[in-house]
């Protein structure tokens, strides 16, 4: 995952962050909808906390028997 300032995502800004995730744990299916159909970034405004894009992210662990967890986001920037 990358934090990155501003409305649109530049892979050459030198402000942007980088978050790896742990080895055990990989995101399977991400289901979001935006303004104009099917998205695949979710973008929090500045002041509102509000989102380009809602719907779910499933992160499951790669270990045999491991759980898998569906985090839903709201437009309002709320997840649960």
Same mark, same amino acid.
Request: charged share 10%; proline share 0%; no cysteine.
């Given at each position: 995952a990358v934090l990155f300032k501003g409305n649109v995502y530049s892979s050459s800004d030198t402000s942007n962050?980088?978050?790896?995730l742990p080895t055990?744990?990989?995101i399977g299916a991400i289901n979001l909808t935006g303004a104009s159909g099917a998205a695949t970034d979710v973008v929090f405004t500045r002041l509102? @906390? /509000?989102? %380009?894009?809602? @719907? /779910?992210? %499933?992160?499951s662990?790669?270990?045999a028997g491991g759980s898998a967890r569906a985090i839903t986001i709201l437009s309002t920037?709320?997840?649960k």
């Open positions: 962050e980088l978050y790896l055990a744990v990989q509102l @906390g /509000t989102t %380009t894009a809602s @719907g /779910t992210v %499933t992160i662990s790669r270990r920037g709320n997840a």
